[in-house]
């Protein structure tokens, strides 16, 4: 009995559903829309007056303080003057807008006053659409009409392109642009549109491909249609539209706009209709009865001729050129100046930027000039700045130097210039060997930058190979072993996979040096390029199974090992390898250093490395796992937020005491993203016998020493601080580095981001955010030969400023809304080493409290008029200094050291 119950409760359910559902649906299209066609509500004769309301506000992304905005409204008249039985329409606008602004005096909830602006005296005149089967086929605007109402007009027909049926995604053009557009019904009379990916290929858009260092916008646009219960007219139109645009490291900092476009029927009546057969019939009827000309446009909005506020490069240099010296790099000032005058040099001519350049006063400054015009990468700045430098002049070397390096760490490399500076390669033959290493490693990393974009076309594709095939060519034929270096440096920025046959040849059949510069290559790839005979080669190179290799060639295969996903079997002989008697026992500390430090952040790689310890009795023993040495590799955290962490992976491998291979790497990181920001590295050789007595590893060795520093994933040329022991000896006596001195010196743009958006109701967004880094790499040493000790520091300084800013600029109104994010960290490493009997090193790596400042500003005006509004917000957090631990072995050293 109960089943039965329950099966008649069901049966009734059904009925009910289906009945509903009939009349639901019954409703939609009988009393919305007839036969369910849009064309039944636009009956001929017809003529509706509506209300409009466009509201636009602008604010920060998290909506917090107040908005700035304006609000256009009047009245919109639509006329029906023609139809056909195939579903074509003419019709007729009329539109009589009025700028509103935001008042404490307006009265709530809108706040909104009017306000007298150039839209007043634009002149207003009818259009027509050719409306056919709920898509705009044309649109009549009167001839030489401003694109400021012309763009509103556009907006308010874009309005009347719908559909009254539920329909599945695809392609419409309006007001926005190309969008992809499906409709869904969610209520009897209700229809809404959603419009999704609008795309505007004719608007520059300029971003950077490196997930972290762009920008992020997300764009949301709904239609919502609410047909009258009578069927014979659309009762409201309501448009809203948000857009956020927000860093992708930092995904508070951002601005918002929203625009809410809404059409309110007021009353219904009636036109007399024009005869005709065809549709360009009746348009030169209804063109001839108005007696003014019209132009057939598009129905995507165009944009404005933008009010130039940017100044010419000798301009603006006026104001920035204080800013711009050498003693203040490292700090904030020179970040805010220089991204001004990118924007300026980019639209500037040769001449203008020719002047700066030989202009006297501006000599101290000439290395930052030239940072900026590597960064603007126009035709005009390339060709003023090879105009002014001089390969032939030793005094130019730096200057080259300079502008080389700024070409290769920008992330919009120009195919042109890549090109122009390939031929001066191929033809020049006279190049000093420090800048062919240089120019080889600009060309490489701008062709790979290129590469990076998806829409690379045939030709940029065609710049990869040639690279490539000049960078072998010249290792193949060239029987200078420091030429041989040079192109195997220039293929790290490169970072092409089809490069790897040949970097495993030169780790097979190349010198010691060479085979460590073709891993480190290696390693600057993709993992997912790692194949089987990458794997192999790491095996023969850490075992050495087929040859000696230099220790740290060993150390980077290793590294290699253990991030390929390794199975438990060849995890296991990895940790066996701890068993070995190895002479170089600092490749044992390296490989366990490794292990740990991977295991810190992996829960899962170290229980798997826990239980093959467990597991084998000869390696569960502190003295297998705790081998002597100084061999170190850690990470630790520097940042932490929902938008991206940060980290500081330092990475040092000991030699006869001493280090021969440290790094200190600057990482961010956003889910499976991450971004090498900043990577400074040590390397020395032959200075076992210098102040170690333990054996060198290798006996033939000169004493050298130097930094290698990658920024932005591109690495500069190393410098090197001597070459030999006498040149060694002969800094020792004369104190040549005991003061703080600039190794390095930059500026640089991080973020580089530009786009229009075009909003449904007329206007167009300029999105627009840019982030620059100032950058000082200092250090000194200072060695006592009578004490036997020694002593440096190497300090990286840098001031870094994002400014981002959304902006509506009209003939009648400008609204914008803006953030800046500034901070100027610092990143101490110092180092103390005693000699006196036995090696001792103590390291510290520290980073100074710092200030980050989030301010906004929201900014309105109107041209022509005294009207300006300023909404200003201040704020700043600490962020605290902290020394990192490195692990136990440096904290006794320094202990020692310290005698404490």
Request: proline letters at 3%.
């Amino acid at each position: 009995m109960f089943i039965m119950l329950n099966s008649a409760c069901a049966a009734h359910y059904l009925v009910f559903t289906w009945i509903f559902g009939v009349c639901y649906g019954f409703v939609l299209l009988s009393s919305a829309a007839g036969a369910g066609n849009a064309a039944d509500i636009l009956e001929p004769g017809g003529s509706w007056t509506y209300d409009m309301h466009t509201v636009v506000l602008l604010n920060e992304k998290n909506e917090s303080g107040k908005d700035v905005g304006f609000l256009v409204a009047g009245e919109v008249l639509v006329q029906v003057l023609w139809g056909s039985s195939d579903q074509q329409r003419l019709l007729r606008f009329e539109m009589s807008p009025q700028l509103y602004i935001k008042s404490r005096k307006a009265p709530s909830p809108d706040g909104f006053i009017p306000h007298s602006s150039n839209l007043d005296s634009i002149e207003n005149k009818q259009f027509f659409v050719h409306w056919n089967q709920g898509k705009i086929n044309k649109i009549l605007l009167p001839k030489n009409e401003k694109l400021s109402i012309a763009n509103l007009k556009k907006g308010i027909a874009s309005l009347m392109q719908f559909q009254l049926l539920d329909s599945e995604e695809g392609n419409e053009t309006d007001s926005s642009g190309v969008c992809k557009v499906s409709y869904t019904s969610t209520g009897p009379t209700i229809m809404k549109k959603y419009k999704t990916d609008c795309t505007s290929t004719d608007l520059p858009y300029v971003y950077n491909p490196d997930v972290l260092l762009g920008i992020n916008v997300e764009s949301d646009r709904t239609v919502t249609y609410e047909i009258d219960t009578s069927g014979d007219k659309i009762k409201r139109i309501n448009s809203d539209e948000a857009h956020v645009m927000s860093l992708n490291a930092k995904e508070n900092a951002g601005n918002k706009i929203e625009v809410h476009q809404t059409l309110l029927f007021k009353e219904q009546s009636a036109v007399n209709v024009i005869e005709g057969n065809t549709f360009d019939e009746v348009l030169e009827r209804a063109i001839n009865q108005e007696r003014i000309a019209f132009t057939q446009e598009s129905l995507v909005i165009e944009k404005e001729n933008e009010l130039n506020e940017v100044k010419k490069f000798s301009n603006a240099l006026k104001d920035c050129r204080e800013n711009l010296k050498g003693d203040l790099l490292g700090k904030l000032g020179p970040a805010k100046s220089f991204m001004k005058m990118v924007t300026s040099a980019r639209i500037s001519d040769k001449e203008d930027i020719a002047k700066v350049l030989t202009s006297g006063k501006n000599k101290p400054i000439l290395h930052q000039l030239y940072d900026i015009l590597g960064f603007a990468q126009t035709k005009d700045s390339h060709e003023a700045a090879m105009k002014s430098l001089r390969i032939e002049r030793p005094d130019h070397e730096e200057f080259i130097e300079r502008y080389y390096w700024a070409l290769s760490l920008s992330a919009h490399p120009n195919p042109e210039i890549i090109n122009d500076l390939i031929n001066r390669y191929l033809k020049q033959s006279d190049i000093p060997r420090k800048l062919k290493e240089t120019l080889l490693q600009t060309i490489s990393s701008m062709a790979y930058r290129l590469s990076k974009f998806p829409e690379i076309t045939q030709s940029s594709k065609k710049i990869m190979v040639k690279v490539e095939e000049i960078l072998i060519h010249g290792f193949e034929h060239s029987k200078d072993a420091d030429d041989r270096l040079i192109i195997l440096r220039a293929l790290k920025n490169l970072k092409s996979d089809t490069l790897i046959p040949f970097l495993l040849k030169t780790i097979k059949t190349g010198t010691l040096k060479e085979g460590s510069l073709a891993w480190k290559t290696i390693k600057t790839l993709n993992p997912s390029s790692w194949n089987g005979d990458v794997q192999k080669a790491a095996w023969r190179t850490f075992f050495q199974l087929d040859k000696v290799h230099d220790s740290s060639a060993r150390t980077i295969a290793c590294d290699v090992l253990l991030e390929s996903h390794l199975s438990d079997d060849a995890l296991k002989q990895l940790l066996l390898f701890l068993l070995h008697d190895e002479q170089r026992y600092e490749v044992k500390q390296y490989l366990w250093q490794r292990i740990k430090m991977i295991g810190e952040t992996d829960e899962n790689f170290n229980r798997r490395v826990a239980d093959i310890i467990k597991s084998n009795a000869q390696l569960n023993n502190y003295h297998i796992l705790a081998p002597k040495g100084l061999s170190t590799a850690l990470v630790r955290r520097f940042l932490e937020s929902p938008s991206a962490n940060g980290s500081l992976v330092a990475i040092q491998e000991m030699d006869s005491g001493i280090v021969k291979r440290g790094t200190v790497d600057i990482v961010l990181e956003k889910n499976e993203s991450h971004q090498d920001i900043c990577s400074l590295g040590i390397f020395s050789g032959g200075l076992g016998s210098f102040i170690s007595s333990e054996p060198p590893s290798d006996p033939d060795e000169s004493a050298t020493a130097g930094i290698e520093l990658t920024l932005l994933g591109t690495q500069i040329r190393p410098f090197v601080f001597f070459s030999d022991q006498g040149e060694l000896l002969g800094h020792v006596w004369s104190g040549t580095a005991s003061e703080m001195t600039p190794a390095f010196q930059a500026l640089a743009l991080l973020q580089d981001h530009r786009e229009y958006v075009r909003l449904g109701s007329g206007f167009i967004a300029e999105l627009d955010v840019k982030g620059a880094v100032s950058f000082d790499l200092s250090g000194k040493i200072s060695i006592s030969l009578w004490n036997k000790n020694a002593a440096s520091v190497v300090r990286k300084s840098a001031g870094i400023v994002v400014e981002g800013f959304s902006v509506i600029d009209t003939d009648f109104v400008r609204s914008q809304a803006e953030f800046i994010v500034s901070i100027e960290p610092k990143l101490n490493l110092e180092t103390d080493i005693d000699f006196y009997s036995e090696a001792k090193l103590c390291m510290k790596l520290s980073q100074p409290e710092f200030i980050v400042r989030h301010n906004t500003f929201k900014i309105e005006r109107i041209p022509g008029s005294k009207h300006r509004l300023r909404k200003v917000t201040y704020r700043k957090s600490i962020v605290p200094g902290r020394t990192y631990a490195l692990n136990k072995k440096n904290n006794e050293m320094c202990n020692s050291i310290s005698g404490s």
